[in-house]
DNA sequence: TTGACATAAGTGGTATGACCACTGTATGGC
DNA sequence: GCCATACAGTGGTCATACCACTTATGTCAA
């Protein structure tokens, strides 16, 4: 992936062992001739046919299964898989996971992305998409006590919006963020739980949303979504208020 | 990175050889022992220590530089790299690329944060911040005539944008896609270059759009941008209109 | 005949030891 | 003092052997 094409007409063996291996496979997978769900031919087979050692095309199969290309299953042989988000939301993960606060900083992300889809479903959204959200909001609603199921469904919904929009960049986008989202989503509602009125909100909010979709209406459907967002932080403020001011004191 | 965190407290042999030594270097990681930049024990001498094969922990350490954690120095040693956004925009190169269209899809992920991050830009950005637009924008100035470097200096205004809103996520999005939105930005240039009056509209845009950010005022600018977007969609059609009616005829 | 079990072949998983190629340093001669 | 060679340490590769898992095949007993 990394590099690019200059070494693609030489099957030759001026290549570094390993890279042997990756050319072979970008080049397959390019014309055709490895599609997802095809087996491999065995290590053994393969590194000689490759010219090189076994334990070098081990390698070099090893990182392609860490990146998600390869499945490979002890006893079984390898498999071709399709690029899979998992991957990118492992690394987005990871690398976010190093600054402080990111999960404040990731709603950003995620009101960027919910906002321009919620646009685009207005216009694109199906009878199928719509019943889906439908779907969710009712979970939404089944869960509203259970701060781990709550805040599932809560992301179930939302992603169900972005799917809506049919827009695989974005969809994609949203997946990769969607470890550090679900992490957010429960911890919001954790910390929530406890205010008064909050079940009656949530419903509430979640279904206008639900309903400026139904009447195709971008504007005011993302008007809705990001007062939805300014009022979920509104909420989050104060129950960390509250929840300071309880340990400040003593705790009868 | 993929496995959650049952075994951190099992340094034992209870893994599966290549997971020690993900495990290890996660580990490491996360409680500082490990920073980049460092350099790791020898081959030789980490298999020792985790008691693994060497192929073993080769086969991890390729997998880990696939993945641009580690830089294996051929003589030297191998050393550890902060993450590296490279490997995501290739992954997401590579696994949007398969899609057709994509070039256009990608737009919408673009404005999806474009929108989001000029909004907070117009909170959060700093004299420097609005230094650096302007000079992207006198750059841009300066290059109307080539499509090459407009369409770079163009990603390059709409990049600082992005990084005035100072959220990482959005930031480390945008670099995701960024590969995807250079060819995008050349593509569109190319399309458009000999349009009537393409040049004072790209400046009047970007320079209205820069204005609505020093005036702080979000929703101005995110309406100017997204007019900018919608303009600039409008332009390209009709050049690709202009451009199919010319083929159909004979090109005296 | 049919079921369950045992066996064998093929696969990935691991280990070992050796050797090659590259890098930096130290040691020798000049 | 300087340069060149030698050496030690590193990653890169290879060959071989063996272990563990999966599957299919075949065999034996009910």
Redesign the pocket.
Known sequence: MATDMEELQADNDAL????KVFSFFRKALLDGRLKPGD?????????LSL?????????A??ALAMLGFLD???????YVKGPDISVLTDFLTFSLAQQPDILDDVMQARIAIECQAIRLACERAGDADLAAIGGRLTRLMDTLDDPEAGGEADYAFHLAIVEAGRSAALVTLYQAISELLKRSHTARRQLTVGVQGIRDYLVDAHREVFLSIVARDPDAAEARLREHFAIGDELRRKSMLAAYAKIGRPDS
Chains 1, 2 share one sequence.
Request: hydrophobic share 35%; glycine share 10%.
């Open positions: 570094l062992g390993a890279e087996r491999l031919l065995s290590e053994r087979e393969l590194s010219s090189v050692s076994r334990p070098v095309l081990r390698e199969f090893r490979i299953r002890h006893g079984k042989g390898a």
